[in-house]
């Protein structure tokens, strides 16, 4: 699936989208394997409660399911308007 | 409805001349704009919006059809622009359409107030050598409560 960081979440991550092969069944469980790939990932998860994430372009929580999505972003609380 | 995202400006005034127009229906139009404001100590250089396309599209349109639902409107409109904008500039306008005014004050403070937190959009701004993303505000997020019917 296409996993999408926005914000300072992409800053600290230090790229945009990637294409992550995953087993994951829930949210949280696909932020525990990129938390243990590397340390700029392990920071820009270390609190996941000042995280949004969207599934298929739907804001959701971290304990929703992965069935069969096809993209994922993380990003910090939005600011439009 | 009228939903755009984009980079460039867009004149307000031609904006809401031509939503207004030509409706025998609508007695009130109600609009909002947003600027970009410099009250930083250190005088901003620009800021810049970065957005989740797609998403934001879509976001809008289901802030904007909840607000149709809401209320009697005969037309909506939102204009949200990204990327490098300079104080002073439009960043965004919200246009309500309807019979009588209270729907139209009502649906834009509710376009307003969602626009704010459910649209993905992240503002940065850049001063002489410090880059800040700005961070929501807890009473942005109280600001939803109120259209939160209680029973």
Do not use: C, N
Not at chain 1, 39 to 66: C, G, H, K, N, W
Not at chain 2, 120 to 134: L, S, Y
Request: without cysteine; hydrophobic residues 45%.
């Amino acid at each position: 699936m296409d996993v999408m960081y926005f914000a300072w979440v992409r800053e600290r991550i230090g790229l945009p989208r990637e294409t992550v092969e995953t087993t994951a069944t829930t949210v949280a469980e696909l932020v525990e394997e990129l938390k243990a790939r590397e340390e700029r990932y392990a920071m820009a998860f270390s609190d996941i409660s000042a995280l949004r994430v969207a599934v298929d372009q739907e804001l959701t929580d971290f304990d929703a399911p992965l069935a069969r999505a096809r993209e994922v972003a993380f990003f910090p609380p939005m600011t439009g308007g | 409805m009228d939903i755009r995202v984009q980079e460039g400006p867009f004149a307000q005034g031609e904006e809401l001349d031509a939503f207004a127009k030509g409706r025998p229906d609508v007695g009130a139009v109600v609009s909002f704009t947003g600027l970009v404001r410099d009250l930083a100590p250190d005088p901003m250089k620009h800021m810049e919006i970065e957005h989740y396309p797609g998403m934001t599209e879509r976001a809008i349109t289901t802030i904007a059809e909840e607000a149709q639902q809401r209320w009697s409107l005969a037309d909506v409109l939102v204009i949200h622009r990204y990327g490098r904008l300079r104080p002073g500039d439009t960043i965004m306008m919200v246009a309500t359409a309807s019979r009588h005014r209270a729907d139209a004050f009502a649906a834009a403070e509710f376009l307003m107030d969602y626009l704010k937190s459910r649209a993905p959009f992240w503002k940065k701004e850049v001063t002489g050598d410090d880059a800040e993303w700005v961070a929501a505000k807890d009473e942005d997020e109280a600001a939803l409560d109120r259209w939160t019917p209680r029973d």
